[in-house]
């Protein structure tokens, strides 16, 4: 694939020792190494490996633009009377082979990255601590080109759940020059469920230490964690409840409690804005002023607070399903600014250091896996001694409100999702597996109101780079 190797040749000097290796980790000197030099020692490949989440926190990614375009698409965003038109595109779907989500370059990039650490690592015969170590560093490494390959084949593919056969994204497990042609969607898939699954495997008691965020780095929680998200996502309902199980009876996780669920501002035990993420989380994004790749005024926080950009508003047809006494309600702010009248934005993203100048991302929360197995149950899986409305009340307790005692439905899983997880990123993919449709009542652009699936626009383009780089590579329609 040439844009991605054009890339990385032009970096791969520094790429794998890496420059990032200072980044949200660990903190050490950058060293000017060969990649072959850096990946014949065991802290060569730590960093590299520490590197290959940079992608991750950049503005492409999670550090803002993957996560927010879900949002401002599937309708809990919308832009507001006064912004600086940075989420205009995603808001109506304006989308083209020359203005389209760059997550391209950006996955594959930490593909790159991962790959070179997994096809680096021999078969090891020394100690059982070394080998312990190496197996973690392969594990992290299989977790990160999972969550890429699978980010991608959702972006710039149609959903699992409609046609599995269409054409999903290349897959690429080794750095070389080539122009890879795209792969089907059931090809991608099958390669994320065996990376996570052999990542699965490989972790063990070996844990990492010097990081800022414990949460930053892959575990075997985030591998399950991943999978039952993967599962749902193809429809898969008896697998998408075994791994969501395997994380909440890990035991490693609690659920935050009504109290706990605002900012660390408003109280210091608070879930959004810590420094050290909470007792829900399983994985997190972690990064800050003068990383590499910080997204900088790009990113989630200064979108979505009137402070900074706040491009990314709130859509009152989100706010409309809040119940009253549900604390999140509260986790909205409302525009002081006479030009924003009345517009709310979400208060998730404080930044941890209450200033913009930090990430504060939870990608995979013990509430989601509540929630995946209720949609699970509730569509024929089966758990003993577990109903669906058991985990739906789960989250629904935790929340300030009272345990609901009549029957659930499709919908009002689907709501509780959208409740829990707004902002998160999961609700435009959430529509796309389930074939619904996007209709928005509260709109503030002129096209593009209603999208109807199914339809072409729920694959974006490939970027042009891309396509004019790689003559294999056939474009969506």
């Not at 890496?18 to 980790?25: K, N, T």
């Not at 390959?149 to 599995?164: E, I, S």
């Not at 389930?434 to 199914?454: E, M």
Request: hydrophobic share 35%; charged share 20%.
């Amino acid at each position: 694939m040439k844009i991605v190797i054009r890339n990385l040749s032009v970096m791969l000097g520094l790429l794998l020792l890496l420059s990032s290796c200072e980044d949200f980790l660990v903190k050490e000197p950058v060293l000017q190494q060969t990649s072959e030099l850096t990946l014949s020692t065991m802290s060569g490949l730590s960093n590299a490996t520490t590197g290959a989440y940079t992608p991750l926190y950049g503005v492409n990614w999670y550090g803002s633009s993957f996560v927010l375009s879900s949002e401002m698409r599937g309708g809990n965003g919308k832009t507001p009377p006064q912004n600086a038109g940075y989420q205009a595109d995603p808001y109506i779907w304006n989308y083209t082979a020359n203005s389209t989500e760059n997550l391209w370059g950006t996955a594959y990039t930490s593909i790159a990255r991962a790959n070179n650490v997994i096809n680096a690592i021999p078969e090891y015969e020394g100690s059982e601590a070394d080998k312990a170590e190496l197996e973690h560093y392969e594990a992290e490494c299989l977790f990160i080109r999972a969550i890429a390959h699978f980010d991608l084949v959702r972006l710039y593919a149609q959903p699992y759940t409609y046609d599995k056969t269409m054409l999903g994204v290349p897959i690429v497990l080794e750095t070389e020059m080539g122009e890879p042609a795209r792969n089907t969607i059931e090809e991608v898939y099958a390669q994320v469920i065996t990376d996570l699954k052999d990542a699965e495997t490989l972790f063990g008691t070996y844990t990492r230490d010097g990081g800022a965020d414990a949460t930053a780095f892959a575990t075997k929680e985030a591998a399950q964690a991943l999978l039952a998200r993967v599962y749902l996502t193809m429809g898969d309902w008896d697998n998408a409840a075994v791994y969501a199980t395997k994380v909440i009876s890990s035991g490693k996780y609690t659920m935050w409690t009504a109290d706990q669920y605002v900012t660390v501002s408003e109280n210091t035990d608070g879930a959004w804005g810590r420094e050290a993420e909470g007792s829900e989380v399983i994985f997190s994004i972690y990064s800050s002023l003068g990383s590499t790749g910080f997204p900088g005024q790009e990113g989630i926080p200064y979108m979505t607070n009137e402070g900074g950009h706040g491009d990314a508003a709130t859509s009152n047809d989100l706010l409309s399903l809040f119940e009253a006494g549900d604390v999140r309600r509260d986790l909205f702010s409302t525009s002081t600014d006479p030009v924003n009248a009345g517009i709310e934005w979400t208060k998730k993203y404080p930044s941890k250091t209450g200033d913009f100048n930090t990430n504060n991302t939870p990608v995979l929360r013990l509430s989601e896996m509540y929630l995946t197995r209720a949609e699970a149950i509730y569509n024929g899986a089966s758990v003993d001694g577990v109903t669906a409305l058991d985990d739906y009340n789960m989250v629904r307790t935790n929340r300030g409100l009272t345990a609901r005692t009549q029957a659930l439905s499709a919908a009002e899983i689907a709501n509780e999702r959208r409740r829990e997880l707004c902002f998160e990123g999961q609700n435009f993919f959430d529509l796309a597996r389930t074939g619904t449709s996007l209709v928005r009542t509260d709109f503030a652009a002129t096209v593009n109101q209603n999208i109807t699936f199914p339809g072409d626009a729920w694959a974006i383009p490939i970027p042009v780079g891309e396509i004019n780089a790689n003559e294999n590579m056939v474009q969506n329609p």
